[in-house]
């Protein structure tokens, strides 16, 4: 029913929901979001797409990864299948209607276009895909905003070494222009790369993503520094060969926590510095600093944990002026990807905790979550909306307030529809938002993630994130609108956040639906007949 009628259903219960919200006193909303605020959803390729081997495509690190290692994943599923987007695509864009929102972030899967990787050959079904996507979204007016790397890597590009491989600065900035070339006439907001920090530390830090590398003093980092110089390469590209004529914007996705120091004690607050330098200034400041180049905290304390482990140079591997340069202001936007706030700090119970030499040991600091706050199925997220306001301003004070969007935010739950720990989560960290727009960041969407229920990568199908729920019993993968659908829904609607909306997600059910059409009927044949 939801599959085919979805739009009609959700209008049904809105409408129901709404003429209840309206028969309560309400109570005026202080602050509104601006009407050029844009609102979305995101989704990542492998994890909602399936068709893993359709129509060319050729294997990702992903695919490879869940066919020869499943026991890695936690219960030990892939994303052959996932969501079934690459088919189901229009519900998908369906539901986007539902929501009312104006942006799709969506990521492009690189052996779909490349099956082999490289830009030699470019396989047209995989184009074709996409284009339909972008031409469905805009026919529905919707923003595509697209993500061309989203963790994905081709596995023969893997095996000659992947990020590793000084090289993979010029396959991305390859794959990356064949994206402009194809697209760029319809999309106009891009991210180069999503969540470097995330990438980098499970995939070559500690091994639970693919490539499953465990090196987080050294690899961890030369990860981090191609992402940057390929983040750099895609950038110019755009500037050199397309922006004059597609005028369009190419931003990085980042991700970062908000921090506070544990106490006021001295160790407290510098650890707190340095953890925020190694995990968030790390991309942000070769990109966004007046100055580029790596933090100076961070070069510091890499430089310091190397000497004392008895190395001649540091494990971070340096920028050169020249590279420096080319870094510096490659980006239009900052694409902000934020879950939760961490307490950090660094006394002598944090001797001897970190695995040496790693990035955990080199900023000396450790990290943990207010018990206190509303805790979610996601044991690594609690909410807590101001963090986000608070990193917000942080952003705007040390990096001179650049655009940014907020490209995901969001939260596990359990399978059910009445999620009203996503929905208590959405309100407090959009209410952060409406803060820090007051205090003037320069903040332009926000995408909630995520649109829908999909496989969260080592953690399979055991978390939901998503607005929709997702039956991955059902050949269909039929969504339905959770009660967060609706509040998310009436937000965009309103401009504001009303407390006191509180949407039955079951109301709009196909027998309700009947139900309510029956007797509508029933009324008007009574009035016909008397
Ligand atoms: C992000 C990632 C998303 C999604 C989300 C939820 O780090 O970019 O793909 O998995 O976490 O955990």
Redesign the pocket.
Known sequence: MFSTNGRFVFYICWLLTISAANTRIKTLPTKQFPREFSFGA?T?AY?IEGAWDVDGKGPSIWDYLVHTDPGHITDKSNGDIADNSYYNYKRDIEMLRELGVSHYRFSISWTRILPFGRANYVNQRGIDYYNKLIDELIANDIVPFTTIY??DLPQILQEHGGWMNEKIVDWFGDYARILFQNFGDRVKLWTTI??PF?HCYFSYGYGVHPPRIRSPGVQFYECGRQILLANARAYHIYNDEFRSTQGGKVGI?L?SEHVFPASDSKDDIEGAKDYLAIHFGQYMHPIFSKSGNYPQRMIHRVQAASTAQGHNSSRLRGFNREQITYIKGSADFLGL?H?YTKYVYRNSSVIGVFEVPSMDDDAFADSYLDQSWPSSH?P??REYGPGLHHLLVHIKDTYGNPLVYIT?N?V?TTAGLNDHTRVSYYRSYLSAVLEALAEGCNVQGYFA??LMD?Y??S?GYT?R?GLYEVDWEDPERTRTPRKSAFVYREIIRSRTIDYNYNPDPYAGSTSTITSSLLVLVIVVLAGLIS
């Open positions: 995101a990542a994890q989203h963790w999503n969540e995330v996705g991700n990807n879950y996601a690594w997220i995901e969001g596990s993630w995520s999909n969260e990568w953690h978390h994130f």
